[in-house]
C-alpha cells in the first residue's frame, strides 16, 4: 500500500510539473477575472477566456471587456521574477533568481487579439480598443518600455476607469457586441485542442529560429559576414568568440 501510494505521489507530482504553466496562467486568469467583476454591469460586460477565429487561425483572448467607453482587450500574465521588455521587441524575459526565461512579447501577442476582434466586430469600424497587459503573480516590471498599459493587477480597474469619457456605445449595443461575440467565438474541445497545437507549432518554430541565429557558443547574435570564400555567420562578439557557420 505504501509503494503504490509513492508511485502515485509522484505521478502527481510530475503531472503538477508538466502542466505548472497552464496552472499558473489559469490562477492569473482567475485573479484577474475577480478584479473585473467589481465593474459596473450597468457600464461594463465582461467576457473570459474567449477563442475567436482569425485569419486561417484563431487566437485566445483572456478578457475582453466591452464598454460604453470602447473594448478593453486584457491579457494576463502570471510569472514571478524581474520582467525585462520592450514594445519592440520579440521576446521579453523574466529574470528569476539566476535563471532567465524568454517568452512571447505580450503586446505584440495582445495586439494579435485586437486584430482578431477587428475582424469579428468588422460591422462596428469606429469602435476604440484599449489593449492592456497585465502580471498578476509576484512578478516585478524592471526594465519595460512600451506605451500600451503594463501594469499590476491591483491596478487594472484604476486603468480602465480612466477611460471613462465620451460613450460612444449605448447599452443596447454592447449587449449586441457580447451577443455577436459569443456567437463568433469556437466551441467545443476540438477546436482549442486544434488552437493549442498551433501555438506550439509556432512555439517550435520561433524556438528554432531563435536557436539558429544565436552562437551555440557563447550566446551572442549571429552576423551576417562576407569573407575570402564568400558570406558566412559569424559570431558578434569576434574575436573573443571566432564560431563561424555557413551560410545555408
Not at 482587450?73 to 524575459?93: F, Q
Request: net charge positive; proline share 3%; aromatic share 12%.
Amino acid at each position: 500500500m505504501t509503494e503504490a501510494l509513492v508511485i502515485l505521489l509522484i505521478a502527481l507530482l510530475f503531472l503538477i510539473a508538466f502542466f505548472a504553466s497552464e496552472i499558473l496562467g489559469y490562477i492569473g486568469e482567475k485573479k484577474v477575472a475577480f478584479r473585473l467583476w467589481f465593474l459596473s454591469s450597468k457600464r461594463f460586460k465582461v467576457i473570459h477566456n474567449i477563442l475567436l477565429p482569425y485569419e486561417d487561425k484563431s487566437s485566445q483572448i483572456d478578457h475582453v471587456v466591452v464598454s460604453l467607453y470602447g473594448i478593453f482587450v486584457i491579457e494576463t500574465k502570471n510569472y514571478r521574477g524581474w520582467i525585462h521588455g520592450h514594445e519592440k521587441s520579440e521576446y521579453w524575459t523574466q529574470t528569476f533568481y539566476k535563471s532567465k526565461t524568454k517568452f512571447r512579447n505580450p503586446v505584440s501577442q495582445n495586439k494579435g487579439h485586437v486584430r482578431a476582434l477587428k475582424q469579428v466586430l468588422n460591422n462596428y469600424p469606429d469602435l476604440i480598443y484599449y489593449p492592456i497587459v497585465v502580471f498578476s503573480g509576484r512578478a516585478e516590471l524592471k526594465n519595460v518600455y512600451t506605451e500600451v498599459p503594463v501594469i499590476y493587477k491591483s491596478r487594472l480597474l484604476r486603468t480602465i476607469r480612466r477611460k471613462k469619457g465620451n460613450e460612444i456605445l449605448t447599452i443596447e449595443e454592447v449587449d449586441q457586441i457580447i451577443k455577436q461575440l459569443k456567437h463568433a467565438r469556437i466551441k467545443g474541445r476540438k477546436g482549442r485542442k486544434k488552437h493549442i497545437r498551433q501555438i506550439k507549432k509556432h512555439i517550435s518554430k520561433q524556438k528554432k529560429r531563435v536557436k539558429n541565429s544565436l552562437c551555440p557558443r557563447c550566446g551572442e547574435k549571429l552576423v551576417l559576414r562576407e569573407g575570402q570564400y564568400g558570406k558566412f555567420w559569424g559570431c558578434a562578439s569576434y574575436p573573443i568568440c571566432r564560431y563561424t557557420k555557413k551560410l545555408s
